[in-house]
């Protein structure tokens, strides 16, 4: 399965940006969705994950009430709106796709996409 992330840019401090991913495969439709970032230094971190029927989602507690993740059920692509953006949101976002249930670790997604950057200036 190959994935492609798009929408990513720069946005003001308080802007919003949204982010969509494509999976390639219709097999992906049965496939939880998530989405990581990456700032320069730090770690991968979880961001939101959208189960395949887009009925369940989890986001990091960074971003609760910011941003929110969604996903048509048997569709192969999410959405990632992301408002109040601020500069600690700045990193290379990069979607990922798995089978089963949504977790928020990054070693527990079998697939990966290219990246977007998201810069947020202050």
């Known amino acids: 399965v190959q994935l492609q992330a798009s929408g990513g840019g720069l946005v003001q401090d308080g802007g919003s940006l949204s982010l969509s991913c494509a999976a390639s495969?219709?097999?992906?439709?049965?496939?939880?969705m998530a989405w990581f970032r990456q700032a320069p230094g730090k770690e991968r971190e979880f961001v939101a994950a959208?189960?395949?029927?887009?009925?369940?989602?989890l986001l990091a507690d960074s971003v609760k009430g910011r941003f929110t993740v969604s996903k048509e059920r048997m569709k192969t692509t999410i959405t990632l709106q992301m408002n109040s953006l601020n500069p600690g949101d700045t990193a290379v976002y990069y979607c990922?796709?798995?089978?089963?249930?949504?977790?928020?670790?990054?070693?527990?997604?079998?697939?990966w996409g290219q990246g977007t950057q998201v810069t947020v200036s202050s």
């Open positions: 990922a796709a798995k089978g089963g249930a949504i977790v928020d670790f990054h070693e527990g997604y079998e697939y």
């Open positions: 495969d219709r097999t992906a439709s049965f496939y939880t």
């Open positions: 959208v189960s395949w029927s887009g009925e369940t989602t």
